[in-house]
């Protein structure tokens, strides 16, 4: 295994995701994790910036075909999906998993925890759980919306059920049924 791919490997254990844009290799994910490999990278930035224009991941390519069209790698049982589409998928489920995390108020070890396991995980994970976090972030935002105007009284306005009233009753104690008051 040559450096880059045991760098490349031990980002990938530490939660580190490397991109290429243009000849800057890109990185992202936990600080301290960032902070230990950075000297890597630097040290071995022509090798790493080859391995990655390669498209080779000792881990993601085990078993993989190479479609002819693109030239991307394809598990034989599955779609194929070029690397960019890969990425910008994982960048949307990050997104999400962010903006959940800050609407429910996770404490920061749970969103490492979760942003982790969703980063690292098998990429036949990855749309089960983009499905996931984007009805959870629903099911969060309704609920939002549904408390706040609940909480404003919205609508409630449109509800009077007095029959033959002008809607004077609206808002106090009396009521227009017959013995009310």
């Known amino acids: 295994m040559t450096a880059a791919a045991q760098i490349v490997s031990k980002a990938h254990a530490m939660g580190v995701r490397l991109w290429l844009d243009g000849d800057r290799v890109n990185f992202a994910g936990p600080a301290s994790a960032v902070a230990a490999i950075r000297s890597d990278l630097a040290a071995h930035k022509p090798e790493i910036v080859a391995h990655l224009r390669a498209g080779v991941s000792d881990q993601d390519s085990h078993g993989a075909l190479i479609d002819a069209d693109s030239g991307g790698l394809y598990l034989p049982w599955g779609a194929c999906l070029p690397a960019e589409d890969v990425h910008r998928m994982r960048d949307e489920l990050a997104s999400l998993i962010v903006t959940l995390a800050e609407i429910e108020g996770w404490r ?69 049924k017959r013995g009310g008051r």
């Open 108 to 176: 920061s070890e749970r969103l490492d925890d979760v942003m982790r396991r969703a980063m690292r995980g098998p990429l036949a994970d990855l749309l089960p759980n983009l499905h996931h976090f984007r009805e959870q972030l629903l099911t969060e935002r309704a609920a939002t919306a549904l408390c706040s105007r609940a909480w404003r009284g919205e609508g409630l306005d449109a509800r009077h059920y007095c029959p033959g009233c002008s809607g004077e009753c609206v808002g106090t104690r009396r009521s227009c």
